[in-house]
């Protein structure tokens, strides 16, 4: 027994499905985080014009 009265040795089985799973919850991240920065691409480029141009007058 370790820690807490819980065994040593945990043995678990991974479902067929879980690497399929967890690929596609990688890819809807890779594309969700691309959209937001494409989302907010003019946002944040309209800011750091402003914020540097702002430095040369």
């Known amino acids: 027994m370790g820690l807490l009265g819980t065994p040593s040795v945990l043995l678990a089985y991974i479902d067929l499905g879980t690497g399929s799973y967890l690929l596609q919850l990688a ?22 014009r402003r914020l540097f141009l702002r430095d040369r007058h």
Request: no cysteine; glycine share 4%; aromatic share 18%.
């Open 27 to 48: 890819v809807a991240a890779l594309l969700g985080s691309l959209f937001a920065v494409k989302a907010s691409w003019p946002k944040a480029r309209a800011f750091f």
